[in-house]
């Protein structure tokens, strides 16, 4: 399985942009697809994940503010992370990722990672 993520870049304080995950090779053996992001100087977190099944999950810190969304595909390979009223706290690099072999995150796979930084 590879992974293609894509958006981001630089966005204002309070503004939106969206970040594409797209896999590829064996894709439909992902049970779960999701975001992590990590900041300079922190810990790799979790930004927010969806299982095959449509379940979903966030992170703390951006519930409310972030949704992640998949293609209607029964075996989804592209998800999408929609993220609002962002803030400087967000920028970081964010990392796609995915399982195979369980319905939960941290996952086998990773993408490239993708930048994003708000400016205040």
């Known amino acids: 399985v590879q992974l293609q993520a894509s958006g981001g870049g630089l966005v204002q304080t309070g503004g939106s942009t969206r970040l594409t995950c797209a896999a590829s090779g064996n894709r439909f053996s992902i049970n779960v697809m999701g975001w992590y992001r990590q900041a300079p100087g922190k810990e790799r977190e979790l930004v927010a994940y969806?299982?095959?099944?449509?379940?979903?999950?966030?992170g703390d810190s951006v519930k409310g503010r972030f949704t992640i969304s998949r293609n209607n595909a029964k075996y989804a390979n592209t998800v999408y992370l929609e993220m609002h009223s962002l803030a400087p706290e967000d920028t970081a690099v964010y990392y796609c990722?995915?399982?195979?072999?369980?319905?939960?995150?941290?996952?086998?796979?990773w993408g490239q990672g993708t930048q994003v930084t708000v400016s205040s």
């Open positions: 990722n995915a399982d195979d072999s369980d319905y939960d995150l941290p996952g086998n796979y």
């Open positions: 969806i299982t095959a099944g449509g379940t979903t999950k966030y």
